[in-house]
């Protein structure tokens, strides 16, 4: 079988020569070459088997996106052994958690901030701490521990590449599933290799492509454009320096791949805004033409139409005048393939960027089905809509509208949740806990939800619950509600009792005190970061609440509108 070590492995004797990972030091770019990239990525997994893992056995990544992430994870599957990414912003409380679910052998740690959040005496599997960048403490440098290698038969790493099955379990994933806390989704070897290679059929990747790396690599989506598609093609990946110097890295690389999710392509259009409204004169008048020129273009192919003369001359005098130069100033002067996903994206901002000629296809996707399962296609793009299945994908529709797929991209199950696992996986179809439609064209639209899980504009899946019941705990504070759906950042509304009474100033501070104290125990993104106080209690009979006392989510977000749109003001 095929899996993605054997296929990265591959690649280091057929494109020995080509760029494969590309990291920034000291302003400059350093190029690792494919056959660097199979050399260390075997000299890694002789490590792991000199460092006793097994078949199986899991190994932790919390570090930002780097080379030496990716280089872990594939050696771990080239072994045997389940990779297991932490976002890298995580609370040391996070950390302990995952670590102790996973029962995690062996972490990799980017810095000594990240190694200082381990308790490795908390944790009777892990044996061994990775430093990446820092040693500190009782862990191994990352130079040390590729040492470990020396000594370990050759033909040892094959044999583990030999024993991998299918089925077997070749990455795990944390998130929010909608009932709790986050569950591990674990992914086969086929679900990843089905994958990339679905992802590869619809997207015409090939070697000459490039991409650039800087979602956080703990979540499936930027796997598959940082390591499952490139080991399918070979094309080259470059590494941010960080998420906040994005837009700095792009124009060095102008990859012809990239993907973001809503909170980053509305960073690109309010900077593109400020620049372009920021024109005078003539200039002015040519951006604002050549923009409308840009979209009628679409426009017509998205009416599957091919453009006449006179649009494909505008087009071109446009991209000549205006368009060209300012996606080259952002860095997409060569993008060919440009996605948003995770999270559903504002129609109008993705008009104003189809203005400068950067056409985005809506992606829609879960873990529990390995990132993807429908995508907007090139030509008939329809804003609002996730477009139609990923190659090899099928999508239903239960009777309440519930999203269903099947495939080979479906996961295996949650880590240690036979209930999860039974609630999720129903008669063959992954029941995904998204409500959707599906109109005359056949193109998917998400509708709403049935899981009770918070998607923030930056793609994070968050466990609304879990917040809560820590911000109950206080005991003044009846009642607390998180909200942020399809926002850039997670707020709350509580409604405050005991001795404030109607001093409505102290129940906000109060509550702001609380929430501070609660976010120290969640990653930044996970943070609320906005606080405000219900104008009255949750009640059963106004069906805010259940008869159990569950929160009925879309009944107090549809109460309480007003006081919602008052804390993004």
Known sequence: MQTIPHLVLAN??????????????????????????????????????????????????????????????????????????IYYSSSAEEI????????????????????EKIDSAAHSSLGLIIGVDDATGDALSWSSFLERAEGVDAGAVDMRLAAIRPEDPGTMIFTAAGHGNT???????????????????????????????????????????????????????????????????LPDIQPTIFFGVPLVWKGFERAARKQIDGLDGYKRKIAFWSMAAARRNLATRNEGRTPG??????TAIARRLFTDRAKTA????????????????????????????????????????????????????????????????????????????????????????????????????????????IGQDNQLTISGRKKDIVITTGGKNVC???????????????????????????????????EFGDDRDAALGHAQSVVKSVNQRFARAEQIRRVGLLSRPLSFESGERSESGDIHRMVVIDHFADEIEDLYR
């Not at 003369?309 to 505008?314: G, T, V």
Request: hydrophobic share 45%; with cysteine.
């Open 12 to 85: 280091a004797q057929r494109l020995r020569d080509e760029p494969a990972l590309l990291r920034r030091v000291d302003g400059c770019w350093h190029t690792a070459t494919w056959g660097d990239y199979g050399a260390s990525v075997r000299q890694a997994a002789e490590a792991l088997i000199a460092s006793g893992i097994e078949a199986g056995d899991r190994v932790a990544i919390i570090s930002y996106n780097t080379p030496e992430w990716v280089i872990f994870d594939v050696a771990a599957m080239a072994v045997g052994a389940v990779p297991v990414g």
């Open 96 to 115: 302990a958690d995952m670590l102790e679910r996973s029962r995690a052998r062996i972490v990799l740690a980017e810095t000594a901030a990240h190694i």
């Open 183 to 249: 569950v591990g989704v674990v992914l086969t070897h086929d679900n990843l290799f089905f994958t990339s290679l679905s992802s590869i059929e619809l997207s015409g990747a090939c070697l000459s492509d490039s991409t650039l790396s800087y979602l956080p690599l703990s979540h499936i989506a930027e796997q598959i454009f940082t390591i499952l598609a490139p080991a399918q093609v070979g094309y080259s990946v470059a590494f941010a320096q960080s998420l906040g110097r994005v837009r700095v890295d």
């Open 309 to 314: 003369l006179i649009r494909r001359a505008e």
């Open 330 to 437: 952002m860095g997409f002067s060569r993008t060919k393939a440009v996605y948003s996903g995770a999270a559903s994206a504002d129609p109008e901002g993705l008009a104003y960027l189809a203005g400068l000629d950067i056409p985005i296809r809506q992606v829609y996707g879960l873990s529990e089905a390995t990132g993807p399962s429908s995508v907007t296609r090139d030509g008939a793009d329809r804003y609002g809509t996730v477009g139609y299945p990923m190659p090899g994908v099928e999508i239903s529709l239960a009777d309440d509208g519930e999203i269903l797929i099947r495939g080979r991209s479906v996961f295996s199950g949650y880590l240690d949740d036979e209930k999860a696992t039974l609630r999720a996986l129903r008669g063959g179809w992954l029941h995904t806990g998204d409500l959707g439609t």
């Open 464 to 498: 609304p619950r879990a917040l809560e019941v820590l911000l109950l705990e206080d005991s003044v504070i009846v009642d607390a509600v998180v909200v942020g759906d399809g926002r850039d950042q997670l707020g709350v509304l509580v409604a405050v009792g005991g």
